[in-house]
């Protein structure tokens, strides 16, 4: 971008503009891409990327049509039209605030758009988009950004130079929102951070890259507002994780509290003697899911091994008969040397008879077909209200009275189980309710997880308890050098504790509690 003249807007052979970019911003701006998602943190200067990015190329290539998109208007008025003409000089050109849109002299045009509603996409049917920039990525649904992609095509005599970025994507964005599941799919967990890879046919064959920064990556912020890092710190979770870290796996509007370093473990065998079970979640046209997990000594779900059946595209099942899908549960048992599960628990769709249609009346159920080959289920509780409970509880990180970590929370997966790792993070609460769930996304695995976690329920709801395992009572109670019949009676009144925190009987799950004033 170094051979512009006077008619794009440069004076003495430079681009007249304050903009110095930062090194992450730099590589945003020189990366061969065309498809780019930056950012994932606060405060790294994303959105003043954007704007320079527009502006550059808008002197670059003259006639060149730039769009800038935010969700709403007021959050496009105030992060970037405003800003916009404090920024950009005014001997390049002129802003036409009827229009909202910056005119340049050398023809080319950067418009401020937004999509507030879903339809409103529309509007752009016959846009030809040079250059697409979108802000708050996450904001825009999968459909949104899809239908504005269609609309990124050139027919300008682009310098050959500048092919393989113009036409072009640049996005911006932290985690959460509408789009999360979709923004992560396709560039955070496509390929590895920095690396460019090609997106397939069918989302639209351009060159992917994501590009994650933090706010020490923006020393101009850090050295202006040097107390900026203190309020995010003071911010309460998730906030403070996702503005700090950009954490993909923890956002805004996330429905369960999961953290990569308290909820995956290390893949490791079996534990000899340990019970295993197996759930399994219905799918045809929309994915199942079979998983196997083993209860540690404190009751702990320990999931080791998943069955996602999806083609690779979001939400979309392999579509395999119910022999097909048994046939493969036992195959994968075999391999994984599985002798004996304990229970196998399946939704409640799985008893239902299904229509016969070539001989009318009623064929048999998943569950029938299921047990022709070995494979016996017992029928979930898939309360919708108790599940959700279930597994929130499930995912508790037990903490002390001065909130430190103190233990493991009573469900952990294998780092193999890729399909939980993936889907879990992704739930959105619901708007209207936050103790719903949002059920419009890959919520397979959850319901496959659920089905156990309601099996064998714990409470932390209703009273201050923090997790301990009776192992480690017993060990508090050794070091105190308690007489083994003041032992026996505190051990026992710690379980008497526990149940009646519990409201039933369940002394097999091996926990304590300890009650929190």
Partial sequence: MNKFNTETGIKDGKLVDTYVPHPKQVLFHKTCANEVLFGGAAGPGKSRALRAEGLRWACTIPGLQIYLFRRTFPELEKNHIISSQGEFPKDLGEYKSQARRWEFFNGSMLHFCHCQYEQDVFQYQGAEIHLLLIDEL????????????GRVRCTLPVPEEFKHKIPGIYCASN????????????????????????????EGGMLRQYIPALLEDN???????????????????PYRTAYLKG????FIGQAFDFYYDYH????????????????????????????????????????FSEWYGWDGNQNKGLRLTD????????????AMGILNVVQRIAGPDCFQKKPDYRGG???????????????????????????????????????DEKGEVCGRPMLQVFESCIQFIRTIPAISALPSNPEDIDTTGEDHVFDSVCLLAMARP???????????????????????????????????????????????GQRDMGLIYDRVP
């Fill in 323 to 334: 022999i097909e899908v048994a046939d493969g549960i036992n195959t994968r048992e075999q």
């Fill in 138 to 149: 996450t904001t825009f649904s999968k459909f949104q950004y899809d239908y504005l992609r």
């Fill in 264 to 303: 995956v473990i290390k893949d490791h065998p079996i534990p000899a003697g340990a019970p295993v079970y197996m759930t399994f979640d219905w799918g045809f046209g929309a994915p199942f899911s079979v998983c196997w997990f083993y209860i540690d000594q404190d009751g702990r779900m320990i999931m």
């Fill in 458 to 504: 714990v409470n932390f709801d209703d009273t201050k308890l923090v997790l301990k395992p009776l192992s480690t009572v017993i060990i508090d109670a050794l070091e105190k050098k308690q007489p083994d019949e003041e032992l026996g009676n505190y051990v026992a009144s710690e379980m008497d504790a526990f149940e009646k925190a519990m409201g039933y």
């Fill in 247 to 250: 954490d993909w796996d923890i």
């Fill in 175 to 202: 985690p959460g929102g509408v789009g999360h599941t979709f923004c992560r799919a396709r560039w955070v967990d496509y390929a590895r951070p920095m690396e460019i890879k090609r997106a397939p046919v069918l």
């Fill in 361 to 399: 009346g009623q064929g048999p159920s998943t569950a029938e077909i299921f047990s022709n080959r070995n494979l016996f289920l017992t029928a979930g509780d898939a309360n919708r209200k108790l599940k959700i409970r279930q597994f929130r509880n499930r995912l508790m990180v037990p903490r």
């Fill in 219 to 237: 020393p101009t912020l850090t050295l202006t507002d040097p107390g900026y890092r203190s309020r995010l710190e003071s911010l309460p979770e």
